[in-house]
């Protein structure tokens, strides 16, 4: 068959603008055989706005490939280029040689090929232009394929990204010359609707996994016998990369809520959808090498020299870089919302409940009208002694650096089972508050402040200023629980001698026996002189000795002028984040609160409702009975998860 010089009037039998690109009736890389198919593309730029800016590359093709790459070129408008009208270097490897680049007539649409949806405009000159095309050359409609349906081995193309089968449908609809087809041979693209998730996320998974046997729903394609044949080892291994990778990119597909079961204690709507956007953004790099190596494993087999292959191992390794980077990420969340279908997951749920009830609270008595951002923080359980938050917005190692998109609070196993010293959640929350508040730069300003006008020399006053964050933590903690707070605080900081007195230089964690005078300060000025006066005793009783302490002997020394400082400093002061208010005037906790947290936990050891009281007071509730043994501990830590779990 000479080459197609009709190609132009045969388009312009659409309703659609045809621009003849100069020299198109002579361009091509030899002349056609015949014209069997018509192989839909997409030109995968990155210009998300220019109506054709491939139209140069489709011309002369690239580095890797020579041109011209199809025959036409849609823009984004609907414009159709007619670029070639000889043998096209578009299809590449593919399953059956009547679909190969002598046999097939190669359009490429202008697209990002990572967009879900297409102007409408150019879908519909698409279909046009294949319907004008099939009624020319007498063919049927379902010889109208994708790319990723002919490519040899399947998926190793995706191009175009949108369903074939609803395409050739609507291909049909415009009626024609030629008969309706029969239901087309080739595959679908697009998955069959996957039956409801089932309890186990794992299972529900797999029919979205392009290798699942219940996947493909159509008649598969009769491959001829010389198709079935071994190939080459070299195309063959070239092929498999990019399908490689392609497929692990889409196995780390989007999260769904339902994935992780119908109780109360699975992630929110919110808290998957922040996922899904992080993971999306680590997507658009992966889409575009994966693209690049697509072709550059086709260049290699089309002509295997020392550059084109080197180039194809170097875009492998590049993506399998990138893949594995998006995949720590994915892993990171599968577990964190796996959990929520363990056997924890209710009390991670519980958890969940108290560190809103936090944000609640401050929130909506600040001095500024100021919604609570979204989503609240998630809380996970990881082994270990110490719990640790993880703040908005902050890059995170194990995130690859990107930014943290929702606050993360870890918890320990073993304060998971004594609910009684989870006090250290409302500690872990104050963190995140501090950051939500933009009270970061001026909580350190003001302790500093404070201090010199205190008279507290200078190199101790920078040791008090380094402090400031975990500071803030105990305070804050300490106006949202009260006294449950100080006795969980001493769980946590009591230890031997040696650690209790130990200061470490540069350390952003207070020297420990310094942290629970600070706290009594406090409690003393909410309205409890004599439990915190109960709670120094103690303390010092614990640790009598403080001179042997390795703290700088002038820290020590000026402690009893600082701390009343440092708590002004924190507490008193009134800062515009939050609205020109002191945190004792945003949080509120009074001697009544105290006496509804003690009915609560009478109550508790009873297994009946505590009433309406905060969430966060179910802590001191289940401490108060432990603490006057209402109950056995065992008793208190199920029935405090069950009152949350009611809530």
């Known amino acids: 068959m000479p080459y197609l010089t009709d190609l132009a009037g045969v388009a312009r039998k659409t309703s659609l603008e045809v621009i003849e690109v100069p020299g198109w009736q002579t361009r091509g890389r030899g002349e056609m055989s015949d014209v069997r198919a018509v192989v839909c593309h997409h030109t995968a730029t990155l210009n998300r706005t220019a109506d054709m800016p491939s139209l140069d590359t489709l011309i002369n093709g690239r580095p890797d490939l020579s041109g011209p790459l199809s025959h036409f070129g849609l823009s984004r408008s609907g414009k159709v280029y007619v670029i070639a009208a000889g043998r096209c270097n578009h299809a590449g490897t593919v399953r059956d040689p009547s679909w190969g680049n002598s046999h097939s007539i190669g359009i490429e649409a202008e697209a990002t090929g990572t967009d879900a949806t297409w102007p409408e405009v150019q879908v519909e000159a698409f279909a046009q232009l294949c319907r004008v095309l099939i009624d020319h050359f007498g063919l049927s409609t379902n010889v109208v394929l994708g790319h990723k349906e002919v490519a040899d081995p399947p998926g190793r193309k995706i191009d175009p990204n949108f369903d074939m089968a609803a395409f050739r449908t609507r291909i049909a609809a415009l009626g024609g010359t030629t008969p309706p087809p029969p239901a087309p041979t080739t595959p679908p693209t697009t998955p069959a609707p996957s039956a409801p998730a089932p309890t186990s996320s794992w299972l529900s998974w797999l029919p979205s996994l392009p290798w699942f046997e219940g996947e493909a729903t159509a ?19 070239l092929s498999g990369q990019a399908l490689n990778v392609r497929r692990h990119v889409t196995a780390l597909r989007d999260f769904r809520r339902d994935e992780f079961g119908g109780q109360p204690a699975r992630p929110s709507e919110g808290h998957v959808q922040a996922v899904n956007a992080l993971l999306a953004t680590l997507r658009g790099p992966l889409t575009t090498i994966v693209e690049r190596l697509d072709r550059a494993a086709d260049a290699a087999q089309t002509q295997p020299s020392p550059h084109r292959v080197g180039l194809a191992l170097d875009l492998k390794t590049q993506a399998h870089d990138l893949v594995r980077a998006t995949e720590r990420v994915w892993d990171f969340y599968f577990e964190l919302f796996g959990q929520r279908q363990s056997a924890f997951g209710e009390w991670l749920d519980a958890c969940d409940r108290i560190t809103l009830d936090c944000y609640q609270h401050v929130f909506m008595h600040l001095g500024n009208e100021r919604s609570i951002p979204a989503p609240p923080p998630f809380c996970y359980m990881r082994t270990g002694f110490s719990p640790a938050t993880f703040r908005r917005g902050i890059p995170l190692r194990r995130l690859g650096r990107q930014l943290n998109p929702f606050p993360l609070v870890q918890l320990p196993y073993h304060r998971l089972v004594n609910p009684w010293t989870i006090g250290a959640i409302l500690h872990e929350v104050s963190h995140n508050l501090q950051n939500e508040l933009q009270l970061e730069q001026a909580v350190p300003a003001s302790i500093e402040r404070r201090l ?196």
């Open 219 to 237: 008649t598969p394609i009769a491959r001829p016998a010389a198709a079935r044949g071994r190939r080459d080892v070299l195309p063959a291994y």
């Open 452 to 647: 010199r006008a205190a008279g507290v020399p200078a190199p101790i006053v920078a040791i008090w200023v380094r402090w400031n964050r975990e500071i803030f933590g105990d305070m804050v903690g300490c106006l949202l629980g009260g006294e449950a707070f100080v006795a969980s605080l001493m769980d946590v900081i009591g230890r031997a001698p040696a650690q209790s007195f130990g200061y470490t230089p540069r350390s952003v964690h207070p020297t420990p026996y310094l942290r629970t005078f600070l706290s009594c300060e406090l409690l003393r000025r909410m309205g409890f002189p004599e439990r915190a006066a109960e709670f120094s005793r103690a303390w010092t009783q614990l640790y009598p000795a403080p001179r042997e302490s390795t703290m700088p002997p002038k820290l020590l020394a000026t402690a009893r002028t600082a701390i009343p400082a440092v708590v002004d400093a924190v507490c008193e002061t009134r800062f515009k984040g939050l609205g020109n208010k002191s945190l004792r005037e945003v949080i509120f906790f009074e001697p009544r609160h105290q006496a509804m947290i003690d009915e609560a936990g009478a109550r508790l050891a009873k297994g009946v409702d505590p009433g309406v009281v905060p969430e966060r007071f179910l802590i001191g509730a289940v401490r108060s009975a432990l603490d006057q043994h209402r109950a056995a501990p065992d008793l208190l830590m199920r029935n405090f998860y069950i009152q949350l779990a009611r809530r």
